[in-house]
């Protein structure tokens, strides 16, 4: 039977918690100070332990630093107020979770019911380090590189907390992957996944797909619908593209992340959720907020763990290990094995992938369609593969001049829209060009609306 210790001062409320843990199947004790609580971890080492962090004789957290005492529990602070600084510390210090003061009991039988001890974690954790070394996969991502050995130590610190998360990374070089990682390494594996593309969706639609709605709360919603906080609620939601969520929309998610509580559209009631966010954006964040994509605010509670996906280029040496992987799984549904030869995988490392991880896994798979035998050559793959930027960079092209001073979004749009016109909106090549996927190329288009046929700008021109 678990056993569970609560750290907390007031007596009632220490009571209360009490009765509901040992409700459901635990033991438990309590202590009202620093001092009991050292008594009681040195009679019996709990599971978890509900840790105050105002107590009459000091921090709670200086029972963490103790000695270890509180190596193999799971840690949950309860504090007073609920502020991005009280998730920073939590993680800082070893917890997991924490607890707002009038505790939640519905957030309370979450944390119980993910209960699993550091130490099965961290076993499980060295475990797929060593696949790593092995196989060349820390769960669904594949890779040996350093660049993709940061992204695995990250994940392994991130993932076992609550904390939100916010990925960026170009499109296709697999945001949604790590995603699905922290979520299979975390506590809430056992409960819902949900991904979102927010640029994907009409704005229209967006808030009653993420918050639900209620029957004949618009023309056309004959029934009530569930959003996507209330089918993840325990899990996981992960919210890519976030940056082209409509701006009134992201003030209703900061509401969510601030106070775990939302509205179905056409209710006027409060719904609780509980419900990890990991978000995503192939923009630099700032940026977006300078363009008036993101707000601010929202980033700043988004933006508590960054993790940055390290596009395709940047780790070469990943590349056959990925192609490998994708052909034996393509393989193993079809049926039928085959192989790279030599040449194809010297023709993939040297390919830049302007659509990274995604294009290369598309390129995969055609050639595995187009082969005549089991082997697979590089004139079987060559056509499938997008133009490498350099290539197209001829010694006649036109040169761009910026103004010293230009902001980034500017200079990027510019730039965007001259390489467009020099290759007489070619979108495909252009995207290549710019080394960005064609998606991302789109997104950037449609927020320059309007200025496709527009002469050169007083401060730049071309040469």
Known sequence: MSHALIVEDDRESAEIMAALIATEGFTVATAH????????????????????????????????????????????????????????????????????????????????????????????LS?????????????????????????????????????????????????????????????????????????????????????????????????????????????????????EMPLELQVKLLRVLETGMFMRVGSTQDRETDVRIIAATNRDPAQAVAQGKLREDLLYRLNVFPVQVPPLRDRTEDIPLLAAHFLDDISRKEGRAASFTPAALQAMSAHRWPGNVRELRNVVQRGYVMANGPEIDADVISPWMSPNPMPVMLDDAPSVTLRIGQSMAEAE???????????????????????????????????????????????????
């Open 33 to 124: 100070s620093l001092r009991e609580a050292r008594a009681q971890l040195s009679m019996n080492q709990p599971d978890l332990v509900l840790l105050d962090l105002m107590l009459p004789d000091g921090s709670g957290m200086e029972l963490i630093g103790e000695n270890n005492v509180l190596s193999n529990s799971e840690v949950v602070f309860i504090t007073g107020h609920a502020s991005l600084e009280t998730s920073i510390q939590a993680l800082r210090h070893g917890a997991t979770d924490y607890l707002i003061k009038p505790i939640n009991i519905n957030q309370l039988k979450g944390i119980l019911s993910r209960l699993m001890r550091p130490a099965e974690l961290q076993a499980e």
């Open 127 to 243: 475990s797929m380090r060593e696949t790593v070394a092995e196989r060349g996969n820390f769960g669904l991502l594949w890779g040996r590189s350093t660049p993709m050995q940061r992204v695995y130590e990250q994940l392994a610190k991130v993932a076992v907390t609550s904390v939100t998360v916010f990925v960026t990374g170009e499109s296709g070089s697999g945001k949604e992957v790590v995603a699905k990682t922290v979520h299979d390494l975390s506590r809430r594996r056992k409960q819902p996944f949900l991904a979102v593309n927010c640029g994907a969706i009409s704005p229209n639609l967006i808030e009653s797909e993420i918050f639900g709605h209620e029957k004949g709360s618009f023309t056309g919603a004959e029934r009530t619908h569930q959003g996507f906080f209330e089918r993840a609620h325990g899990g996981t939601l992960f919210l890519d593209e976030v940056t």
């Open 413 to 463: 749009r510019f730039l965007i829209l001259a390489t467009l016109r020099h290759f007489d909106n070619h979108k495909e090549r252009t995207a290549a060009t710019l080394g960005i996927s064609l998606k991302t190329l789109y997104n950037r288009l449609k927020d320059y609306s309007g200025d496709l046929s527009a002469s050169d700008n007083s401060e730049s021109s071309m040469a």
